[in-house]
């Protein structure tokens, strides 16, 4: 996709003969949102802000004076999503990388390096998305049989969460270091420490050119999943830091999906002062107290139910938490950890609970910290971080993904934790702030997915509506991210979304995502009023079907 110019001159755009989802319905971000009795139809947008928004009678004199009428024709409007929580290089590399998710066996995935390595003259091979746990015969390929498929190429396969990944022994050349670091075990396999190090020497072999159009290819496909905003999660062990430059210099020459940017590393190894350094929301998301459930790094109180007497493997305790916690709050910055495993969960509160004694709980409350997951959280832990005003930032398509009574989540952790994973309700019970995300690449940038997924969550008792659900994927993005954005009344800024295929029941002005209905399609995405996708227009071209350009205009005012 090529990006669209910016429009220097502040253009008056007109929407109207379809529904607008202007306020919000529903609280469910926790921040807060009105309902109308009936859902506008029309709505006017001057530069980068909302003029007013209202009837079709009300919009005729805002005809007169458009430089677009954009004719909805039944077609809905809401503010665009923000995606919480999203490694934006790694998502654009999986796009154009090996795609692993369908593999349902290691032959698949050693017959699908051979045919990319007899295909690209990239330098190193990069495969995302296989998850044994979907396989007959979980037996994993080895180094030795990677190096067979693709003779002489470093290979590297990213596991589905991400928290472990499969090497060729041509990569273990280039990092002679992974074999000393823990997770190293000598097969292909790498987890925590020697992970880190395969991932490093991984993205060394990947040119500043590929790295720069896959950025732009994941900023493309978040525009045209009606995104507005993402949340990037870079940190040492992820993604070099010369990325959020990159995001930082797509977004001043072009129009393009905002990109908020985050720094995971502790305040004492030099996280406060580089994520200043790099422009950062905070020294916060994937600074991990723990792993993933699919890897067993994540780190329980009581073994994997599948692997007994292993508890995965936490990375912070408690102190380190609070040391890190108070840095930030003194430093007027977010503080935030990745945590999924009850322990670590704990280690994250109990440090907390440290932080508020040496700054206070209104200093904490103020600074809007954050979350990552948290998948195992009890309720008490919930009005905690709801008294503290950390920002849960959950993904809920990791349940619709791995939970209920017979996928992975209950093959690792037993069908009790299984259902108790992901508690979107005990959390907005509590009071605690969601923000909802994908964690691309480990599942696709799809907010309307990530809707029905909270809303149908395979344990009953922990569903939201989708009225919550869609204000956590917007309000409560922009509640994370410092601003009260995500809604369209007078006033706001024009960022927004206009969906075709939005089934409705009566009056009601969100889709109707029961599972089986088909979700709605974006065809156009607006950010601070500026047109960042429109599947309408092919780049360069004029919109078609949606648009009414001036000269019509002055023909129907005459």
């Known amino acids: 996709m090529t990006f669209l110019p910016r429009d220097p001159r502040p253009r008056r755009v007109l929407l109207r003969g379809g529904p607008i989802l202007a306020a919000g319905s529903g609280s469910g971000s926790g921040v807060g949102s009105g309902v109308s009795s009936g859902p506008p139809t029309a709505i006017g947008i001057e530069g980068g802000t909302v003029r007013f928004v209202g009837s079709a009678a009300e919009a005729d004199t805002w005809a007169a004076g458009a430089d677009e009428i954009v004719e909805l024709a039944g077609r809905l409007v809401t503010p665009a ?58 037996r994993l390929p080895t180094a030795a049989e990677l190096d067979r498929a693709a003779p002489g190429r470093p290979v590297y396969l990213a596991r589905v969460d991400v928290h472990s990944g499969l090497v060729s022994g041509a990569l273990c050349d280039r990092a002679p270091a992974m074999a000393a670091e823990p997770g190293w075990d000598g097969s292909g396999r790498v987890e925590r420490e020697a992970h880190h190090v395969a991932r490093d020497a991984a993205a060394g072999l990947v040119t500043d050119a590929q790295r720069t159009a ?7 496909a978040a525009a045209a999943a009606g995104l507005g905003s993402l949340h990037e999660m870079s940190a040492p062990h992820v993604n070099a830091a010369g990325d959020l430059a990159v995001c930082a210099r797509i ?6 999906v905002r990109v908020v940017p985050y720094w995971g590393e502790l305040a004492r190894t030099g996280g406060v002062d580089r994520a200043r350094e790099l422009g950062c929301r905070g020294a916060a998301g994937d600074l991990c107290a723990d792993g993933a459930f699919g890897s067993r790094t994540a780190a329980l109180s009581s073994p994997y139910a ?5 508890t995965g493997h936490g990375y912070l305790d408690a102190d380190e938490v609070a040391a890190h916690v108070v840095a930030c709050t003194e430093a007027g910055l977010q503080a935030g950890f990745h945590c999924i495993g009850d322990a670590a969960v704990t280690a994250v509160v109990e ?29 008490e832990q919930a009005h905690e971080l709801a008294r503290w005003g950390v920002v849960v930032s959950g993904q809920p398509a990791f349940d619709a993904a791995w939970g209920g009574t017979d996928g992975m989540y209950a093959a690792r952790l037993g069908t009790d934790r299984a259902l108790a994973a992901n508690p979107w309700a005990t959390l907005r019970r509590a009071g ?4 909802f995300g994908s ?20 344990n009953e008792a922990e569903r939201i509506s989708v ?49 089986g209905t088909p979700l709605p399609t974006c065809v156009r995405t607006v950010v601070a009023g500026e047109v960042v996708f429109d599947a309408e227009q092919p780049a360069g071209g004029q919109p078609a079907g949606v648009h009414a350009d001036r000269e019509h205009l002055d023909r129907e005012q005459a």
């Open 81 to 138: 999503f923000v995606d919480a929580h999203v490694h934006v290089s790694q998502t654009g590399l999986r796009l154009s990388g090996l795609d692993l998710a369908a593999a349902r066996s290691r032959t698949d995935v050693l017959d699908a390096v051979s045919r990319r390595a007899r295909t690209s003259t990239d330098a190193v091979l990069l495969g995302f998305g296989w998850d044994e746990t979907s396989w007959a015969d979980p």
């Open 214 to 220: 896959a950025i732009e290819a994941a900023l493309a």
């Open 251 to 256: 977004a001043a020459e072009r129009s393009s």
């Open 306 to 310: 599948d692997q007994p007497g292993h």
């Open 351 to 379: 440090g907390f609970r440290l932080a508020e004694k040496r700054v206070g709980g209104d200093r904490l409350n103020s600074a809007r910290h954050r979350l990552e997951h948290v998948e195992l959280v009890t309720a």
């Open 432 to 435: 605690v702030t969601l923000a």
């Open 439 to 458: 964690d691309a690449p480990v599942t696709p940038l799809d907010p309307w997915g990530g809707v029905r997924a909270a809303a149908w969550h395979h």
């Open 467 to 515: 009225a919550d659900a869609f204000a956590a994927h917007t309000r409560g993005g922009h509640h994370a991210a410092g601003d009260e954005g995500g809604v369209l009344t007078p006033g706001a800024e024009a960022t927004y979304a206009i969906w075709d295929g939005a089934v409705r029941e009566g009056d009601a002005t969100l889709p109707d995502l029961r599972p």
